[in-house]
């Protein structure tokens, strides 16, 4: 790739584009010059636009007609053409991510030197998610599992079904919410699970279009556990929260270290449940304690 002004491709002005050529050998491709460059911070489902503008050099050393492969790896892929004299023309390009980073890459089909130029590249967001979801919390209480999520924008939703599962491969409908359709504004739902499972259970979100388009939530893990159980902490190992289930006559919690030193560490109480901020402690095992006119002790692990 080469980057100058245009001038000394044969535009005018001083403005700066890039050059895909086939360089030096006709006979190989080996050195040819290529357009390149990774891309972050794409959403999975979205449609997204690539623009950019694109002219044949003008040059009596350039083929009569150029072309270049212009690829988004791994997701789809154009040809671009171009034939006489210096003209800047606008290409617009289609493509749906498969994960959250991609690379750009324009490949000559020419083993000549001097070649296609390129300038304006840009990429929006041609189709965004149906729903933007903000969040999606599932947590125990004394006889339930409370649900809540909240949109910042919703598009031709129609309806969430609430799902569960207790092994993450059988999933069934618990609840369902009605949809908004269309909105641009922040909305808050909620729902309940009366008859949760004992132990470990799985939640998420299943959002339906009104086409019958659907799309799913990540999945969220519940422990719950009836009055008079053991006490449990989940997620277990833990990265960045820590949850108990406490019943009422639990008046606080401590963690401590393995050499039963207290360890400093924020919280909240949500319903029934103590949620503890462990992202900053050190990775490794500590004890979880209930103080109050009844105890319980577990132990967790840090990641």
Not at 34 to 63: H, K, M, W
Not at 135 to 153: N, S
Not at 224 to 237: E, M, S, T
Request: hydrophobic share 35%; aromatic share 8%; glycine share 8%.
């Amino acid at each position: 790739m080469e980057v100058n002004s245009a001038s000394v491709y044969g535009g005018t002005g001083s403005n700066k584009v890039a050059e895909v050529d086939g360089h030096l050998d006709p006979n190989s491709t080996a050195d040819d010059r290529l357009l390149c460059q990774t891309i972050t911070g794409f959403t999975v489902g979205a449609v997204y636009l690539l623009e950019f503008d694109a002219t044949r050099r003008n040059s009596s050393s350039t083929p009569t007609s150029v072309s270049v492969t212009v690829e988004m790896v791994g997701v789809a892929s154009t040809t671009v053409t171009r034939t006489g004299g210096w003209n800047m023309v606008r290409e617009r390009f289609l493509f749906a991510p498969s994960a959250t980073s991609h690379e750009l890459r324009i490949t000559p089909n020419f083993t000549t030197s001097f070649g296609m130029l390129f300038d304006n590249f840009s990429i929006s967001v041609a189709s965004p998610l149906p729903v933007e979801l903000l969040r999606f919390e599932a947590w125990p209480g004394a006889d339930r599992v409370d649900l809540e999520w909240a949109t910042a924008t919703e598009r031709n939703n129609a309806v969430f079904v609430v799902e569960r599962s207790a092994d993450l491969e059988a999933w069934e409908p618990i609840s369902e919410v009605e949809g908004a359709g269309n909105s641009q504004t922040m909305i808050t739902y909620g729902t309940t699970d009366q008859q949760p499972l004992h132990g470990t259970s799985y939640y998420r979100l299943k959002q339906i279009d009104h086409d019958g388009t659907e799309e799913l939530s990540q999945v969220r893990q519940v422990q719950f556990v009836r009055k008079g159980q053991d006490l449990v902490a989940w997620p277990n190992p833990a990265t960045d929260r820590l949850q108990v289930q406490v019943d009422t006559p639990y008046s606080s919690a401590e963690v401590f270290n393995v050499l039963g030193q207290p360890v400093a560490v924020a919280r909240e109480l949500v319903g029934n449940v103590i949620v503890f901020d462990v992202g900053a402690l050190t990775s490794g095992s500590y004890y979880l304690r209930t103080v109050g006119t009844r105890s319980g002790t577990t132990s967790f692990v840090k990641e």
